[in-house]
């Protein structure tokens, strides 16, 4: 199967009670395939990974199946604090369907690992789930070094990917630089996407994808057709969008500016509950609306 390209990680639209809702889920997905995408990512930061329990994983990933067929990945997160839960959910992924998992590092202050800790951790998930790994480089005080990356390529069956998520565009050029030859690099730097892609990114997981998923899929077009200035173009028109949705809880910010582009995806799982007036202010004004 083939895990390059746009693979745009799906947001979760909950209802005023914190459960799933289904319709609006399968609108975004659909909205995502129709656009081209080349396959779906469920479970991550943008979908509030960390708020999931494994059967809500699993419910996930057999709806991104239905839209998915065979023949496009579905990519599950695994946000877990200790390596028991994360086989586990891992676990659960891959009895539901998942082609792989993107797993996050431990991500608690006090209970970050030294490298030793997360070679063990990611050996350990390769070895009892056996499915393909993309790495989630999205912790800043437990980063996956270039040459732990590289290590790990070396040494498990099913480490394969990293989605370099800190850091900025030089830590992506950096893990390239280091395994892009025997593992794939995935963008993550939301408002550079093309220049990630021209940089030899295999493709892109990222929140950006999931609101612009028809001028991502474009983006990644002129990349493997050398069309520099076309992609540049569509990136700079994006740029001050994104500026306005980073940063903590952008799940709540990117549903607001998805309900400002007339897409209806609910609410956040509380304790994600509450957008000042100013910050939506700015998306608006963002969006041009």
Request: with cysteine; net charge negative.
């Given at each position: 199967?083939n895990?390059r390209?746009?693979?745009?990680p799906?947001?979760?639209p909950?209802d005023?009670?914190?459960?799933i809702?289904?319709?609006?889920?399968?609108?975004?997905?659909?909205?995502?395939?129709?656009?081209?995408?080349?396959?779906?990512?469920?479970g991550?930061?943008?979908?509030?990974?960390?708020?999931?329990r494994?059967?809500e994983?699993?419910?996930?990933?057999g709806?991104?199946?239905?839209?998915t067929?065979?023949?496009?990945?579905?990519?599950?997160g695994?946000?877990?604090?200790?390596t028991?839960?994360?086989v586990?959910?891992?676990l659960a992924?891959?009895?539901?369907g998942?082609?792989?998992?993107m797993v996050?590092?431990?991500?608690?202050?006090v209970?970050?690992?030294?490298?030793?800790?997360?070679y063990?951790?990611?050996?350990?998930i390769?070895?009892q789930?056996?499915?393909p790994?993309?790495?989630?480089?999205?912790?800043?005080?437990?980063?996956?070094?270039?040459?732990?990356f590289?290590?790990?390529?070396n040494d498990?069956?099913?480490?394969?990917g990293?989605k370099q998520?800190?850091?900025?565009?030089q830590?992506?050029?950096?893990?390239i630089?280091?395994?892009g030859?025997r593992?794939?690099?995935?963008?993550?730097?939301d408002?550079?996407?093309?220049?990630c892609?021209?940089l030899?990114a295999?493709g892109?997981?990222s929140?950006?994808?999931?609101?612009f998923?028809?001028?991502?899929?474009?983006?990644?077009k002129?990349?493997?057709?050398?069309?520099?200035?076309k992609?540049?173009a569509?990136q700079?028109s994006?740029y001050?969008?994104w500026?306005?949705?980073g940063?903590?809880?952008?799940?709540?910010?990117?549903k607001y500016?998805?309900?400002?582009?007339g897409?209806?995806t609910?609410?956040c799982?509380?304790?994600?509950?509450?957008?000042?007036?100013d910050?939506k202010?700015?998306?608006?004004?963002a969006?041009?609306?």
């Amino acid at each position: 199967m083939n895990f390059r390209g746009i693979i745009p990680p799906i947001v979760t639209p909950f209802d005023r009670d914190g459960e799933i809702s289904e319709n609006l889920l399968r609108n975004e997905m659909k909205l995502c395939i129709d656009a081209g995408v080349d396959g779906l990512s469920v479970g991550g930061s943008t979908g509030e990974g960390p708020t999931l329990r494994d059967e809500e994983l699993a419910y996930l990933i057999g709806i991104a199946r239905e839209y998915t067929g065979e023949n496009k990945p579905v990519v599950c997160g695994v946000m877990r604090t200790c390596t028991r839960d994360a086989v586990r959910a891992g676990l659960a992924a891959k009895q539901a369907g998942a082609d792989a998992i993107m797993v996050t590092p431990t991500a608690y202050n006090v209970l970050v690992p030294n490298e030793q800790g997360m070679y063990d951790f990611y050996k350990t998930i390769s070895e009892q789930v056996g499915l393909p790994i993309i790495i989630y480089n999205v912790v800043p005080q437990n980063t996956i070094s270039p040459k732990l990356f590289a290590r790990l390529v070396n040494d498990t069956e099913y480490v394969r990917g990293i989605k370099q998520s800190v850091g900025g565009i030089q830590a992506l050029y950096a893990d390239i630089m280091e395994v892009g030859d025997r593992a794939n690099v995935y963008a993550a730097t939301d408002d550079m996407i093309y220049s990630c892609f021209e940089l030899g990114a295999a493709g892109a997981i990222s929140a950006i994808l999931s609101v612009f998923p028809d001028k991502c899929v474009q983006m990644w077009k002129y990349a493997q057709a050398g069309e520099h200035e076309k992609g540049l173009a569509i990136q700079s028109s994006l740029y001050s969008k994104w500026q306005c949705l980073g940063g903590n809880q952008f799940p709540i910010r990117m549903k607001y500016a998805l309900k400002v582009l007339g897409r209806d995806t609910g609410y956040c799982r509380s304790p994600i509950t509450y957008l000042p007036e100013d910050e939506k202010e700015a998306i608006r004004a963002a969006f041009g609306k």
